[in-house]
């Protein structure tokens, strides 16, 4: 499964983003799907999961009620849709895909991997 993220870029604090994440794969609704990110000097941590079905989402306290998880499974692709952003939301956002149906916040569960899109967020 090859993952290949996108959406990235400078938005100033409080304005919107919506990363999106395509996948190649014929499998794609047997994958839950994650949004992990890593600030500079700071280690990589869970931001929002999405399950197979698209019908649970899960977040990181720090994003709940901001950001949003979605997919599209005909479309192989999978969103975050990110509102009010802060400048502590600044980093490089990855993707990841992997068949779990618990601990989604947890980066060892995923198999697979996107290259990261980066987000900067001005004050």
């Known amino acids: 499964v090859q993952l290949q993220a996108s959406g990235g870029g400078l938005v100033q604090a409080g304005g919107s983003l919506r990363l999106s994440c395509a996948a190649s794969?014929?499998?794609?609704?047997?994958?839950?799907m994650a949004w992990f990110r890593q600030a500079p000097g700071k280690e990589r941590e869970f931001v929002a999961a999405?399950?197979?079905?698209?019908?649970?989402?899960y977040y990181a306290d720090s994003v709940k009620g901001r950001f949003t998880a979605s997919r599209d499974n005909p479309k192989n692709t999978v969103y975050l849709e990110m509102n009010s952003l802060k400048p502590e939301d600044t980093a490089v956002y990855y993707c990841?895909?992997?068949?779990?149906?618990?601990?989604?916040?947890?980066?060892?569960?995923?198999?697979?991997w996107g290259q990261g899109t980066l987000v900067t967020v001005s004050s």
């Open positions: 999405i399950s197979w079905s698209g019908a649970t989402a």
């Open positions: 990841a895909a992997g068949i779990l149906y618990r601990d989604y916040d947890q980066s060892s569960r995923y198999d697979y």
């Open positions: 794969t014929r499998t794609f609704n047997g994958y839950a």
